[in-house]
Every structure is written in C-alpha cells, then in structure tokens.
C-alpha cells in the first residue's frame, strides 16, 4: 500500500497543480476581457471633445475636462521620484480656485527634473490670472514609487491624492484630479502616457499560469510512465524468479 501512495500521490499532486493553474489562467483572460471593455471605454472618452465643469462635478476617470480658474501658487506641492527620459524629477501639484466659486480642484501641472542639489526643489512658476486649462479627471494618485513611504518633506511628497492633500493642507479640493494637457509657459513637461487598463497584463499573467499548468500536466504524464516502468521491471523480474524454479521430476 505505501509503494502505491509514493507512485501515486506524485501523479495527484501534478494533476491538482494543473487544474489549479488552468483555473487561475481562465480568471486572468476573464479579468483581460473586463479591461478590454475598460480599455474600449478610456479610448471612447478620450476621442470627447473636452467639457467645462465645475468644482461639484463628478467626471469619469479619464474624461477630458476643461477648467477656468486662478491658481493658488502658495499650495503647490512636488511628486518626488518621477522620473522623464532616465532624469530624475517630480511632478507639480497645484490647487486651481475655480471662477464660478464652486471650489478648488488639485492640478496635476506637468513634470520638473530635478536640480544637483536635493535640497532644493526646482523654481515653477504659477501664472497670474485666469486661467483656462484642459486635461483629463483621474481618481487614482499617480503611479510609481516612493522612498520614505507616505512622509512629506514640506512641500515634498511621496504620494499625492486628492484625500490625503485636502487633510495635510487643510485646503479642500475635488475629489478627482486634473492632468493638465493644454500648453503653458511654465517649463513643464506633460507628456501623459495614453490611460491603460492593464489588459496586456492579465493576459501575460494567464500566459504564465497556462505554461505552470502545461508544466506540471507534462511532470504528472513522466511521474505515470516511471510508474508504469517500475511496474513492468518488477514484473519481469517476479517472471525470471518463476522460471528459475526447479520442476518435478516425471
């Protein structure tokens, strides 16, 4: 009995290994259909002409937006570890005080590299007067990486969103953010990769998850055929033991 556990249970655990990985592989091209219809949403939002909106407004995640108001300059804070083209730098966040008076939404302005001196962030310049800007609402904080987790060195930053500013400053501001598109003479960079839904991703993921399956199919079909080898040897060799036998004499 436990000769046939030790050939058997390799077998079970290869074919358990495998449906696993076959399951996990179906929920992954399942999770890359949901972004296709995503990723087909985000590319119909970005072909809208941009629309004015106000400060109690509620626009989709990616929605092209255009905003009239006057910058808070005194409220700029700077995204550090971003880099652009192998520079290290940061982006600039700036509270816009809405014309019409409905409140204040947190403008994601562009990118700054950042100077030899750490110490000492990058001069940006916040325009007088009104101004008109257009960009795309996201609700999400920008991705990256961070050193030093959520600190804030000043106006210096690890992670930025529209909760954790309204908090730390005591400025309330939209619960979305702004990344601005339209052109400005203020130095910035703003070159915003096109709005990804990760469906790339998830089916990289189910790829790798379809090769452990094929894996551990093709280790169970060896662990069978060693079996089934050991099985025959022995056989064979109980048939050499029976014939080496003496018979009786007539």
């Not at 099985?231 to 003496?246: L, V």
Request: charged share 20%.
């Amino acid at each position: 009995m436990s000769r046939l556990l030790v050939r058997v249970l390799p077998v079970l655990a290869c074919l358990a290994l495998a449906l696993l990985t076959l399951q996990l592989g179906n929920w992954q091209l399942r999770r890359a259909d949901e972004k296709s219809a995503l990723q087909a949403r985000l590319d119909a939002l970005a072909q809208q002409a941009p629309r004015t909106v106000d400060g109690r407004a509620r626009p989709d995640d990616g929605q092209p937006v255009v905003l009239v108001g006057r910058w808070r300059g005194a409220g700029t804070v700077f995204l550090d570890n971003r880099t652009h083209g192998g520079r290290a730098g940061y982006q600039v966040f700036t509270p816009l005080e809405l014309a019409d008076g409905s409140g204040q939404v947190l403008v994601n302005r562009g990118w700054i590299a950042a100077g030899l001196d750490r110490a000492r962030l990058p001069d940006v310049t916040a325009l007088a007067g009104t101004q008109t800007l257009e960009g795309r609402a996201h609700y999400a904080p920008p991705a990256g990486f961070a050193l030093g987790g959520e600190a804030a060195d000043g106006p210096r930053w690890q992670r930025v969103d529209a909760e954790r500013y309204a908090a730390r400053t005591g400025t309330p501001v939209a619960g979305w953010l702004l990344w601005q598109t339209s052109a400005a003479d203020d130095g910035l960079l703003r070159e915003w990769p096109r709005p990804d839904a990760g469906v790339d991703r998830h089916r990289g993921y189910a790829l790798q998850w379809y090769g452990l399956a094929a894996l551990a199919t093709t280790l169970g079909g060896i662990c069978c055929w060693r079996a089934g080898r050991r099985t025959e040897r022995r056989a064979g060799h109980g048939n050499e033991k029976a014939g080496n036998g003496k018979c009786d004499p007539v």
